[in-house]
């Protein structure tokens, strides 16, 4: 049954939140809170969403809140180390395509290489170097991937064999750009028609500016030398914005029968959003993966 979005998701209520559970309380810029009112505003609107759908947006984005927070505290206590780290993305390699095109393949297979620096699933959701002091060791981090994991694939039974992953493995790095609330990630999980019309037409530049940024956090000492190889299938639609925050990087481009592609993508689309709704349409689901995929 569609529920009424609850009082406590509203920016002000959701910020506050997100500083109290994390302790910190210095956001720098927050420019990005247009893109999340503009995200929950649409899902009021079009989205349906059930007593699930509401807790699994109000989950997300607390923990892309905290990540800002998390994110701003580092780089006010490290800025020589971030600036290091985001001389060191140079000329990675970017691997896009539509989605459901062989990308995530490519990736864990290059991957293999120890030449590649890839981002790893527990850092996609915890985009901060590990800090005993905090309790955030490596193996903490990972346990709670783990568990996070877990409660993904019982909510979307199917979907670890669309997507699956695991909390060492490669995973997309479409994750960061969900800390700026700008994602196809959100556009696929909602029907939130506002917001994917935003989306389409933005070239997110300022939020691809705070995706290399956090790829300098995330840049350590022993990875140098070591060349970043980035996926996500949302690049596509934003390839001269890739290339303006990322110079040199070499777009890798996957392709498949479109027909093939798009039909297997409206899969995956249906499968993240039946549990967030009661109402899902498959005219609606069809039209939106066409729609993206163009």
């Not at 800002?68 to 020589?80: I, S």
């Not at 390839?239 to 297997?264: I, K, N, Y």
Request: proline share 5%; net charge negative.
């Amino acid at each position: 049954m569609t529920s009424t979005a609850p009082d406590h998701l509203s920016v002000p209520a959701l910020l506050e939140e997100a500083a109290t559970r994390s302790g910190l309380a210095d956001w720098g810029d927050l420019s990005f809170t247009a893109t999340l009112e503009l995200l929950l505003d649409s899902c009021r609107e079009t989205a349906d969403l059930n007593a699930t759908g509401w807790s699994v947006l109000h989950r997300a984005v607390l923990r892309h809140l905290r990540n800002r927070l998390y994110l701003q505290a580092y780089a006010t206590a490290e800025p020589e180390r971030v600036a290091l780290g985001r001389a060191a993305v140079s000329s990675p390699v970017v691997i896009t395509g539509l989605p459901r095109t062989g990308t995530t393949l490519l990736h864990n297979l290059l991957a293999l290489d120890r030449r590649h620096r890839v981002l790893r699933f527990w850092e996609a959701l915890h985009p901060v170097p590990p800090d005993p002091a905090r309790g955030t060791s490596e193996e903490a981090l990972v346990a709670a991937a783990e568990r996070w994991l877990e409660r993904l694939y019982a909510l979307t039974p199917g979907f670890r064999a669309i997507h699956g992953a695991t909390a060492r493995g490669p995973e997309e790095c479409d994750a960061l750009l969900q800390n700026s609330f700008a994602s196809q990630h959100f556009d696929d999980m909602f029907r939130a028609t506002a917001y994917s019309a935003w989306l389409n037409a933005a070239d997110l530049g300022e939020e691809y500016a705070y995706y290399a940024f956090q790829l300098g956090v995330l840049s350590r000492p022993e990875d140098a030398g070591r060349r970043w190889v980035l996926k996500s299938p949302s690049h596509l639609g934003y390839l001269a914005t890739v290339r303006a925050t990322l110079p040199g990087a070499v777009v890798v481009h996957c392709h498949r029968d479109p027909c093939q592609a798009v039909g297997s993508y409206a899969s995956l689309v249906l499968a993240v959003r039946t549990p967030n709704t009661d109402r899902v349409s498959l005219t609606d689901v069809g039209r939106h993966a066409l729609e993206r995929s163009a």
